[in-house]
DNA sequence: AATGAATGAGCATTCATTCAT
DNA sequence: TATGAATGAATGCTCATTCAT
């Protein structure tokens, strides 16, 4: 077999590696299906990438938040006025029916940041990225309460398998949020 | 080697499989890792558990619902007028502080919950457990919030690995109870 | 558990070991896999068959010798004049059409007796049975040949899946028996 | 332990996988058995065969056709009016006595292909085989026919442990072919 | 007499990683 | 530089058989 030319081979693995965790989860992720999958020799992916972690490091940093993304590339949020509850509410619905694999994603993402330390960094990114985009609407500790119970309003629909509510999630989103004071 | 007898091997093993899922997590457990915490031969573990699973699901539902428990232990929650976020601030409080791994291990039986099917009907007993307590202080859409919020700030303190700042919780908890109407 | 009064515990064993046989071949014949079929503890199969063996032995010994016994019983043999290639072809035909599982088991039987020595003597049993009824309408080696020739015949029909030509059977079993001499 | 170096280890893996086979029949065929018959780690079979069935594969084409190949390479065959029915016969005693294992691996085969459709191809080739260079000979239904006649002889043979009468063969296989139509 | 429990050997397969070429 | 080969540990699971009760 003639040696392959193929200058992409990095990013074709962690194109790979993306699709073999969105089909299998963080734990079916192995060099061996990303060599499968990526159609490249098993050795080539332990000379890419010295160990599993780095390549799945790699692999989720390139994902670009799963949540943090969509809100921080939301048009309301970009106005100032925006009715902060009811957005994130449309979002969130938005993300959960578009994109159920990157939901689970983010929060297997979570749970194995436990147990790997280097995917704290990409956890915490993915984390404040929401908060950050949040706190130019409000104050700090109401963006966080915000995110928390976002995160736990998705928890459920994960958990239950159930639908999405969208007027419940922005009906207690709006309950964080302190009335203005004049 | 002689044969030993040994009533309640079944328990002992139920036993070391909930340490060992404390100390790896439920990625970590294999029937090996349970035969050598139990102290016993391997083909032990499959006579008396016919899968992983079996063994898994007979750990968990033993452990009797985490926070679920703690919250309906509860003796402020027995009386009618408590303060059901206060309360609920405290528990959390404790609970994180007396048993992480608990908690560590309730988020994973959820995550895992997703993969594995057989694990949905103890997620449910678990989550619904807290929300049936809290149903008996407040009306159900505020009850699923508190424990949705919950669940959010939980995560947030194990991920940042930080530290549980009671009074912030009791506060945003406190906003998802709609104010008493006289 | 209490202890079941089960007199015919040993026939109900020979039985659910003929349900295995016939349904994932001698291979698949095990203590877990009869004991489970027969709804009986496993314990039960080792203490009514000392081994795997002498309970297949026993089993195949109560087959009543497939092919051997629908050549028995076929009414047409009992007349002496009868055409004994067309007789045979027919025979062999509704067999093969009757019971697949058991020709399978039949020849699995042959090539098991092979490595076990326990299984000659009924390998043996039901191929003379055979021979035994056809001598009665031509010479032995003619009987012999006959035999033969079905047996290929049905090998090739089970090893190419394809369907059984009775014609081309009876045509060339045919061929095998001398022409009377006046 | 060092690494070694070892080219041909798929080869010498086959090699130890055939001897296995002769010597256990089909169904004793196991990853660590072909490994300690090569004298190679565990680890080694199932890299070069992702599964037992591929090793078990390759080992049988390998083996070239049984009797077939003794048919094929027989002088006798290459010259036109050879008696068809006396070659065969002799053919057939002397693949007896030389390969009595290599006989019995064939009608494993045959059998081990009723279960494992990857073994048809193998199988068909096989048999194929031999009816393709008899038809240069005879008829196509009288070609089939002798090929069923001697699978039945052969096995009858086998299974009583019984010698191989060459006379009888022949003679038997010559009532098969018509007579010639001048 | 009957059986639940126990056990050790065996099974196919997957895997991360190392290394000789 | 790139990779096919190699390896040893580990995985879940099945099994025939033995034995204490």
Redesign the pocket.
């Known amino acids: 077999?003639t040696?392959?030319y193929?200058p992409e081979?990095r990013q074709r693995l962690i194109d790979a590696a993306l699709r073999v965790v969105g089909r299998a989860g963080i734990a079916?992720?192995?060099?061996?299906?990303v060599a499968a999958e990526a159609d490249?020799?098993?050795?080539?992916?332990?000379?890419h990438f010295?160990?599993?972690d780095e390549l799945l490091v790699a692999a989720l940093r390139q994902t670009n938040e799963g949540f943090a993304r969509a809100v921080r590339e939301s048009a309301a949020f970009a106005r100032p006025g925006c009715d902060v509850a009811a957005e994130l509410a449309r979002i969130t619905g938005e993300w959960l029916a578009r994109d159920r694999a990157g939901v689970e994603l983010e929060y297997e993402l979570y749970l194995a940041a436990l147990h790997k330390p280097v995917l704290r960094p990409i956890a915490a990114e993915w984390t404040d990225g929401v908060t950050e985009t949040l706190v130019r609407h409000t104050d700090p500790v109401t963006a966080r309460a915000l995110v928390a119970l976002l995160d736990g309003i998705c928890l459920q629909v994960l958990l239950t398998d159930g639908t999405y509510d969208e007027e419940y999630a922005r009906q207690v989103l709006a309950r964080l949020i302190p009335a203005p004071v004049d």
Do not use: F, I
Request: glycine share 10%; no cysteine; aromatic share 4%.
């Open positions: 077999m040696r392959r193929d081979r079916g992720l192995s060099h061996r299906a490249v020799p098993l050795g080539s992916t332990t000379y010295a160990s599993l």
